[in-house]
C-alpha cells in the first residue's frame, strides 16, 4: 500500500514537473521531428526498403523510422533523466527521497519508471504531429506500442544510471552522447533495417543485430502493428533487469554529496 | 533508548578521515547543538543520521532503532532538514507536502488534515495554493520544518537551517525550534556554526576536525566568558 502512495506521488510530481516546463517539452519534441521531417526527405531517394515484417506492403521510410524515433525519444530521456538523479541537479530532492523509510532499489525503480512515464508521454506527442503531418502509422498501435514503450524506457533508463553511477569520466552530457547515445542510435535498427547494413558490412549488421536498442526499437515496431516480438522482448527483458541490478550496486549518493561540497 | 544516539562513529572520504570516534546523545524534550567550524565533519555526520550514506565503524540509534540494520524504522521516527534546499519550487506548497507524505505512507484526507494543521501553526494556510517559488526564504524553510513533522518523528535533526536567512528569520526559526523542543518533547539535533543560536539552557556538542572536543550544557561550557570566545578558544589553530 505505501508503496503504491509513494510510487504515484515520485509518478506525478515528475510529470508536474515536465508539464510545468514548457521549454523541456518543446525540445523533446522538436528533435525527433527534424529527423522525421528533414532527415527522411533525403533518406527517402537514397534507400530503398523491401517488404520486411512487420510491415505487409512497401513503406516509406518514414514510416520505417518513426519506431526508431519513438526509441530515440526514450534513449534521450533515460540518459538525462539517469544523469539527473545522480548528479547534483536532483541532488536535494533526492536526499529528500533516500532519507525516506523507503528501501533503495524502490526509489530507484520508482525514479526509473516516473522518468519513463513522462518519456512515454513525449513519444505520444510525437506519434501525434507524426500522424497530422501525414505519416501512415495505424491508430490501434499507438495503444499496443504502451507496455512496449514502458519496458524499454525503463531498459534504457535503467542503462542511463547504470552508466553515470560506474563511469565517473563521463561527467557531461556530451560526453554521454559521443560514447554512448550516438553510438547506439546509429548501430541500430532505427535508422536501417538489418539487411540494408549487412549490405555494406556483416560485422555491422552483427553489431546492430546485438545492440539491445536494436531490440528495444523492434518491439515497439511490432506493437505498432499489433504483434509481439519474442526475441525483443526477451532482450529488452533480460537486459532491463541486468542493468537495473547492476546500477542499484552500484549507485552512491556519495558521489553527489562530495561534488555539492566541491 | 530514546531520542538519538551515537557511538564511536568514524568515517573517511578515501583517505581523509571527516568523523573520528564521534559519539553523541540528543536527548527527548530537548535542544541539542552541534557546533562546529565550516569543515568539521557536520554535514558527513547528517548524511550518516540521515541514512544517505552507510555507517562503516560505530552506531547511529534513533529511537533506539539501529540506522544500519534497521532503516525503515529508523528513518520513520526521524525528520529531517537539509543544509540544501529540497523544495520543488515550480510546485505548490501542497503538492510539495503531499508529496512528502506520500513517501511516508501518508494520502487522503488524514495527510489533508495534518497539512492544514501544520500550516495553520505557521499561520501560512492560505499559502498551501501557491507555487514554493513565491514564498521568502524564511517562509521556505519554516514550511520545511513543518514538513519534517508531518509523519510525526520524535527526532529532528536540522542541518544548519538557518544559512542565508536574514536576522528576523534567523531569530523566528531558532526560536520555533526551541518551542518544538519544550512544548512537544521533540529530540532536536540541530547543527550549527553560529554561536548566537544556541541558549545556556541547551545541551552543546563541540565538533572539530571530525573529533568531538567538548560535551555539556552549553551554560556550563562556557562558565564566565562568552560562549563565542569560548568557542574561539577551543577551534583555534596555533598559529
Known amino acids: ?262 | 533508548m530514546s531520542g538519538l544516539n551515537i557511538a564511536d562513529v568514524s568515517f573517511n572520504y578515501g583517505a581523509k578521515r571527516a568523523l573520528d570516534g564521534v559519539s553523541l546523545t540528543a536527548g527527548p524534550g530537548r535542544f541539542t547543538a552541534l557546533l562546529g567550524p565550516n569543515g568539521a565533519g557536520k554535514s558527513t555526520l547528517f548524511a550518516l543520521i540521515s541514512g544517505l550514506i552507510a555507517t562503516r565503524r560505530g552506531r547511529v540509534l534513533i529511537e533506539g532503532f539501529d540506522i544500519a540494520t534497521n532503516p525503515r524504522a529508523a528513518l520513520s521516527r526521524l525528520g529531517i532538514v537539509f543544509q540544501a534546499q529540497t523544495l520543488d519550487l515550480d510546485l505548490t506548497v501542497r503538492h510539495n507536502l503531499r508529496y512528502f507524505g506520500a513517501l511516508h505512507g501518508m494520502s487522503g484526507k488524514e495527510l489533508d488534515q495534518r497539512i492544514d494543521a501544520a500550516m495553520d501553526r505557521l499561520d501560512m494556510r492560505d499559502r498551501l495554493g501557491e507555487r514554493a517559488a513565491e514564498l521568502n526564504g524564511g517562509h521556505r524553510r519554516r514550511m520545511e520544518i513543518a514538513r519534517a513533522l508531518l509523519h510525526r518523528p520524535s527526532v529532528l535533526v536540522l542541518d544548519e537551517p538557518t544559512v542565508g536567512l536574514d536576522v528576523a528569520s534567523r531569530m523566528a526559526i531558532t526560536r520555533h525550534v526551541h518551542d518544538l523542543a519544550a512544548d512537544e518533547g521533540l529530540a532536536v539535533f540541530w547543527a550549527t556554526h553560529l554561536v548566537d543560536e544556541i541558549s545556556d539552557g541547551d545541551d552543546l556538542v563541540l565538533l572539530h576536525k571530525g573529533r568531538v572536543l567538548a560535551a555539556g550544557q552549553a551554560g556550563a561550557l562556557r562558565g564566565q566568558v562568552l560562549l563565542n570566545d569560548w568557542f574561539l578558544g577551543q577551534t583555534r589553530v596555533p598559529a
Open chain 1, 1 to 262: 500500500m505505501s508503496y503504491r502512495i509513494a510510487l504515484t506521488a515520485i509518478t506525478l510530481r515528475e510529470l508536474r514537473r515536465f508539464l510545468s516546463q514548457r521549454g523541456r517539452f518543446f525540445a523533446a519534441l522538436v528533435r525527433p521531428l527534424v529527423w522525421l521531417v528533414v532527415f527522411a526527405a533525403g533518406f527517402r531517394a537514397a534507400l530503398g526498403l523491401s517488404i520486411i515484417p512487420p510491415y505487409q506492403t512497401y513503406i516509406t521510410y518514414e514510416v520505417y523510422i518513426t519506431p526508431g524515433l519513438c526509441g530515440m525519444i526514450l534513449l534521450f530521456a533515460g540518459m538525462q533523466n539517469a544523469l539527473s538523479l545522480v548528479y547534483d541537479r536532483e541532488m536535494g530532492t533526492m536526499r529528500l527521497l533516500l532519507s525516506s523509510p523507503l528501501p533503495r532499489p524502490f526509489i530507484l525503480f520508482a525514479k526509473l519508471f516516473a522518468g519513463t512515464v513522462v518519456a512515454v508521454a513525449q513519444v505520444y506527442a510525437f506519434l501525434v504531429v507524426a500522424l497530422l503531418i501525414g505519416v501512415d502509422i495505424p491508430l490501434s498501435g499507438l495503444a499496443f506500442i504502451l507496455p512496449a514503450l514502458i519496458l524499454s524506457g525503463m531498459m534504457l533508463g535503467s542503462l542511463g544510471l547504470l552508466l553515470s553511477a560506474t563511469i565517473s569520466r563521463l561527467e557531461n552530457f556530451a560526453g554521454v552522447m559521443n560514447f554512448v547515445i550516438f553510438p547506439m542510435f546509429f548501430l541500430s535498427t532505427a535508422l536501417y533495417p538489418l539487411w540494408k547494413m549487412a549490405e555494406s558490412s556483416p560485422l555491422l549488421r552483427d553489431i546492430c543485430a546485438m545492440n539491445p536498442f536494436s531490440h528495444a526499437v523492434e518491439l515497439i515496431r511490432f506493437a505498432l502493428y499489433g504483434q509481439i516480438a519474442p526475441v525483443p522482448l526477451l532482450v529488452v527483458l533480460g537486459c532491463g533487469a541486468v542493468f537495473f541490478a547492476l546500477a542499484v550496486f552500484f549507485y552512491d549518493p556519495r558521489r553527489g554529496l562530495q561534488r555539492s561540497k566541491a
